[in-house]
């Protein structure tokens, strides 16, 4: 995989890079797997506008993933190698001994006409395969990690990211994450070996604003910028800063404030993630 950049024809095309997509094999997605995708513009049940700078953006089609990896015993071979444009890592299609296919998300390294299995044993430590935490060695790299039994993935599942085994006590398994927080994670879910692709994701450059309005991504207006009717930063003569410290259109503090509210999970993180 690698950046590309471009004949800077216009002063945007100047800063621009993108992904030169080495790895794809195909340009077409699994049709089965296939279902739209209706968009929101990020507004509520009612209309009302709940998530700022939502709007617009390419058609998707929204590809169905195998987070759960509930296909057990049964090996399968890597068919291609796919863009998925719901998510920042690429896909892969998976055909399975007795015919089925399914899409996961592509670990590093994992090639076309690989094998893959899913086992509530220990199996081989290969990039796709997946297996419960407690057979799974100490050290290991791995990605979708469940956080409870049998409900899928949800933990390390974007471009680049890999999570690590660090310990194993009791029924927990203590796991570092990508952002550094170590957690406990309980020994009967599942996680799948290997870091995921697409490491260079993280370095590609936008170069324009219409590429994000490709996105869905609306303009940010400065809170500095508007009227005191509309946010706390705004009126003032002249160019004025916010007076305060900086906060949302709500009034909720923007820098280091802790917004963490769930005391349930609390004692499952052993360490926050460091700055």
């Not at 090996?75 to 896909?91: H, K, W």
């Not at 419960?132 to 049998?150: M, Q, Y």
């Not at 949800?154 to 994450?177: D, F, N, P």
Request: positive net charge.
């Amino acid at each position: 995989m690698g950046i590309k950049t471009y004949r800077p024809a216009t002063s945007s095309l100047r800063q621009k890079t993108g992904l030169t997509f080495e790895e794809l094999t195909t340009r077409r997605p699994h049709k089965p797997l296939v279902e739209s995708l209706s968009k929101s513009g990020g507004r509520n049940s009612r209309g009302r506008i709940s998530a700022r700078r939502r709007g617009g953006g390419h058609k998707r089609l929204y590809r169905i993933i195998d987070f759960k990896r509930d296909k057990i015993g049964v090996p399968g071979v890597v068919d291609t190698i796919e863009y998925d444009p719901n998510r920042s890592a690429f896909i892969s299609l998976i055909k399975y001994k007795d015919g089925e296919k399914r899409y996961i998300i592509a670990p590093l390294d994992l090639k076309v006409g690989q094998p893959v299995i899913s086992e509530d044993k220990q199996v081989d430590i290969l990039p796709g395969n997946a297996m419960p935490l407690k057979v799974i060695p100490l050290g290991t790299v791995i990605h979708n990690i469940e956080l409870r039994k049998n409900k899928g993935g949800q933990l390390a599942r974007s471009a680049g990211t890999g999570a690590q085994v660090l310990a194993k006590e009791g029924k927990y398994a203590q796991i570092r994450m990508p952002s550094t927080e170590i957690r406990k994670v309980h020994l009967d879910c599942r996680a799948t070996i290997g870091q995921i692709g697409n490491l260079d994701y993280q370095h590609v450059s936008i170069g324009k604003a219409g590429r994000n309005r490709w996105k869905g991504k609306r303009p940010s207006v400065r809170g500095t910028a508007m009227n005191p009717v509309d946010h706390p930063h705004g009126g003032g003569e002249g160019k004025a800063k916010g007076g305060r410290n900086p906060v949302s259109p709500t009034g909720q503090p923007t820098k280091g404030y802790k917004t963490r509210r769930n005391k349930r999970t609390q004692s499952f993180i052993i360490r926050r993630r460091s700055k």
